[in-house]
């Protein structure tokens, strides 16, 4: 079973600060997402990451970053946080090879910015 | 823009009753189409995909889904629900690329 791995389950940060999300998975998969999930809007695409070293822009990029130093692991920065990003976030990670690949999920941290 | 939506915000069921979610997308050309489901407490998981060939698709737990090209639909179904179906479900869609466009999500409540 793919097990993808986020290190905190529930966070509360200030606002201004500078937050790490960390997400890890075991499966070896090229591909990792970063989601918000909000009430009545769904989930939706921050970044992605098709290789180590590599990102590109979801929906809702701004005020966010990423990083992908190593291939298990995709990190989300909030750069300087602020209350409209709280929020439930998600990581998942999908097999490269070719675009019917499923994505697992992780169980989600949820981020309070006060 | 590629989209997938969901009518079904909230729908409210007692054990045994049939279901039917909605999904319909915006897509041109080949399609892939998942339905998730996210139960309480818990991470989203797979229900069911479709990539191509036979258009009613098997999923666990009981689930099937009927893509309709014609209607660009993609509607969820199960003909008995149980209290342990109360979750969650999305609709997600990709064409051409890795990313999934997910729908707003329906709300199932199922009451003993």
């Known amino acids: 079973d793919v097990k993808v791995t986020q290190s905190s389950r529930y966070l509360v940060k200030r606002t201004g600060e500078k937050v790490f999300l960390e997400c890890v998975q075991d499966?070896?998969?090229?591909?990792m997402f970063w989601y918000r999930q909000d009430p009545g809007l769904g989930l939706r695409l921050i970044y992605f990451?098709?290789?180590?070293?590599?990102?590109e822009k979801g929906d809702i990029p701004e005020g966010y970053s990423v990083s992908r130093e190593k291939k298990e692991r995709f990190s989300l920065i909030l750069e300087s946080a602020s209350t409209n990003q709280t929020s439930m976030y998600l990581c998942?990670?999908?097999?490269?090879?070719?675009?019917?690949?499923?994505?697992?999920f992780g169980d989600g941290t949820r981020l309070s910015i006060l | 823009a590629q989209s997938v939506s969901q009518h079904n915000h909230h729908v409210i069921l007692s054990e045994a009753a049939s279901l039917e979610l909605g999904c319909n997308y915006s897509?041109?050309?080949?399609?892939?189409l998942f339905w998730y489901v996210q139960y309480p407490g818990q991470h989203l998981q797979l229900l069911l995909k479709?990539?191509?060939?036979?258009?009613l698709v098997k999923g666990i737990k009981g689930f099937e889904a009927e893509f309709i090209k014609s209607k660009f639909s993609f509607n969820l179904r199960k003909p008995s629900v149980q209290w342990s179906d109360t979750a969650e479900y999305f609709c997600?869609?990709?064409?051409?690329?890795?990313?999934?466009?997910f729908g707003t999500g329906t709300r199932l409540q199922v009451f003993p």
């Open positions: 897509y041109g050309g080949t399609v892939n």
């Open positions: 998942a990670s999908s097999r490269g090879q070719g675009i019917h690949q499923p994505q697992h």
């Open positions: 990451s098709y290789d180590v070293k590599m990102k």
């Open positions: 997600a869609g990709s064409a051409y690329t890795d990313k999934l466009i």
């Open positions: 479709y990539f191509s060939g036979d258009p």
């Open positions: 499966m070896d998969h090229e591909n």
